[in-house]
T-cell receptor, first 114, second 114 residues
Framework: DSGVTQTPKHLITATGQRVTLRCSPR?????VYWYQQSLDQGLQFLIQ???????AKGNILERFSAQQFPDLHSELNLSSLELGDSALYFC?????????????FGQGTRLTVV | AQSVAQPEDQVNVAEGNPLTVKCTYS??????LFWYVQYPNRGLQFLLK??????LVKGSYGFEAEFNKSQTSFHLKKPSALVSDSALYFC????????????FGTGTRLLVSP
């Protein structure tokens, strides 16, 4: 158990809908990262937050947004869902944002868009 | 931009034989390299990291990795493979500019046969 909690574990929804994925980082971790893992594109970095502030953006679509709350949990919002958004979404956390810190991953949310 | 490459989609090895999963990196400045493993339906688990110092890094589950600066490689190794090592392995590099997000390779599936 990495200490990173993601809910829900599975989500099935229809095209055009909006969903929210939730992540609770490990106790004491200030950085939260979101990744998307799909069969054809591997593990893609979406976005990073540090202590409530957005720090880095990767290949995140405009239909997607995220935030980190004062209690450090984070939510990833996916809207106007398309079939191609079906993937495994991972959250990871680390103590800081420094070079030497490894990130710890949650078990992921499997999103299926039908 | 920093990147890692995993040239093999899949590596097959017999149980008891040594295994190597390859990773090469491209960074400006000092590299900060990581290996993660992903078991089916699980999140990524941290195995080991290279920051500085000895070129041979020891990690979890008997794995080790050899850092080679001249060849810009960071290959994952294990002297004697187990069937339970079968999983997806990811090499990653932490960017040493900006907010130092982790950038992952495309992953290598390791299949250990009995």
């Amino acid at each position: 158990d990495s200490g990173v909690t993601q809910t829900p574990k599975h989500l099935i929804t229809a095209t055009g809908q909006r969903v929210t994925l939730r992540c609770s980082p490990r106790s004491g971790d200030l950085s939260v990262y979101w990744y998307q893992q799909s069969l054809d594109q591997g593990l893609q970095f979406l976005i990073q937050y540090y202590n409530g502030e957005e720090r880095a953006k990767g290949n995140i679509l405009e239909r997607f947004s995220a935030q980190q709350f004062p209690d450090l949990h984070s939510e990833l919002n996916l809207s106007s869902l398309e079939l191609g958004d079906s993937a495994l979404y991972f959250c990871a956390s680390s103590k800081g944002q420094g070079l030497v810190t490894e990130a710890f991953f949650g078990q992921g949310t499997r999103l299926t868009v039908v | 931009a920093q990147s890692v490459a995993q040239p093999e989609d899949q590596v097959n090895v017999a149980e008891g034989n040594p295994l190597t999963v390859k990773c090469t990196y491209s960074v400006s400045g000092n590299p900060y390299l990581f290996w993660y493993v992903q078991y089916p339906n699980r999140g990524l688990q941290f195995l080991l990291k290279y920051i500085t110092g000895d070129n041979l890094v020891k990690g979890s589950y008997g794995f080790e990795a050899e850092f080679n600066k001249s060849q810009t490689s960071f290959h994952l190794k294990k002297p004697s493979a187990l069937v339970s090592d079968s999983a997806l392995y990811f090499c990653a590099v932490r960017e040493n500019t900006g907010f130092q997000k982790l950038v992952f390779g495309t992953g290598t599936r390791l299949l250990v046969s009995p």
